[in-house]
């Protein structure tokens, strides 16, 4: 992951999908690891985070 966003410079980054599992605990784990390996190929490029879960009802 980090090679590959080596060269990316990003102002904003949002993830609208995810992966279903068969239980929420695999749900956290699967999709949670997306996103913290992105967070951290990113490192210092990345300068605020925020999270926001659910369906938006």
Not at 32 to 56: D, S, W
């Amino acid at each position: 992951m980090r090679e590959a966003l080596k060269s990316v410079k990003p102002d904003a980054l949002f993830f609208s999908v995810w992966a279903r599992q068969e239980n929420e605990k695999e749900n956290i784990r699967v999709n949670g690891g997306v996103v913290r390996n992105v967070i951290e190929a990113l490192g210092e490029r990345l300068k605020g985070r925020a999270r926001r879960a659910g369906n938006g009802s």
